[in-house]
């Protein structure tokens, strides 16, 4: 089993403040895709990062792929009380038949104190 | 319009029993997905259809048995139900898309369904 070991678990900030989350695996995925979760609902992806080193971002979300393809890191500039919420990563392997199985890490739940 | 529903929203049941829960896409996507989300938040793949096809089957008990009876569709029965199989459940779909920095696929959820096994 591949596993994705997402840090930190908990983050609570002020608004305003700067935060990285990270993703990391000792195991090298085709693409890693970050999500956000509410409460009561299914996540959304926010980015898809395919190439080793890539950087997207993402209004105040920058994202970023390892150069091995084997970790990732979300960071968040100035971060507001709207940002409030579960970050998944999600690390993707070709799983037969043209489709892609997500391994996904143990989330991150972050909270912005006003 | 919804792009993946799932029904009911919420189920609360009797250990033993029985149940289902449905799942339809409007995407027109190929591959389809049961997740369990724990109370931890941890999310893991339970099942894959692609084409109504079963391309992956995680370890998961015997007791949990999915159905696709066409793409669009994906259920999931539930029998003997225990105390350990309350979570949320999530539906997914998906559609591989090779564009020229590589393989893209994005997962889209739907609203999960908040099992209560007591």
């Known amino acids: 089993t591949q596993l994705l070991e997402q840090s930190p678990q908990f983050l609570s900030i002020q608004e305003g403040e700067n935060l990285t989350v990270y993703c990391n695996s000792s195991?090298?995925?085709?693409?890693l895709q970050w999500y956000r979760q509410e409460p009561g609902e299914g996540p959304v992806l926010l980015v898809t990062?395919?190439?080793?080193?890539e950087v997207k971002k993402l209004k105040r979300l920058t994202f970023q792929f390892g150069d091995a393809r084997k970790d990732s890191s979300l960071h968040i500039t100035a971060a507001q009380t709207g940002d409030t919420g579960l970050y998944l990563c999600?690390?993707?392997?070709?799983?037969?038949?043209?489709?892609?199985?997500?391994?996904f890490g143990k989330g991150t739940k972050l909270s912005v104190i006003p | 319009d919804t792009a993946v529903s799932q029904t009911p929203k919420y189920l609360v049941t009797q250990m033993g029993n029985d149940k289902s829960i449905k799942c339809e896409q409007n995407?027109?996507?190929?591959?389809m997905y049961w997740y369990k989300q724990d109370s931890k938040k941890f999310l893991k793949i339970m099942f894959s259809?692609?084409?109504?096809?079963?391309?992956i089957n995680e370890t998961v008990p015997n007791r949990f048995s999915p159905k696709s009876p066409d793409k669009a569709h994906l259920n999931l029965h539930i029998n003997s139900l225990e105390l350990g199989d309350s979570a949320v459940y999530f539906c997914?779909?998906?559609?591989?898309?090779?564009?020229?920095?590589?393989?893209?696929?994005?997962?889209?959820f739907g609203p999960g369904t908040r099992l209560t096994v007591l």
């Open positions: 995407l027109g996507h190929d591959t």
């Open positions: 259809y692609n084409n109504k096809e079963l391309i």
């Open positions: 997914a779909s998906s559609q591989v898309v090779w564009g020229a920095s590589g393989v893209h696929n994005e997962q889209f």
């Open positions: 999600a690390g993707a392997r070709h799983s037969g038949a043209g489709s892609y199985q997500l391994t």
């Open positions: 195991s090298v995925f085709s693409s």
């Open positions: 990062v395919v190439t080793g080193g």
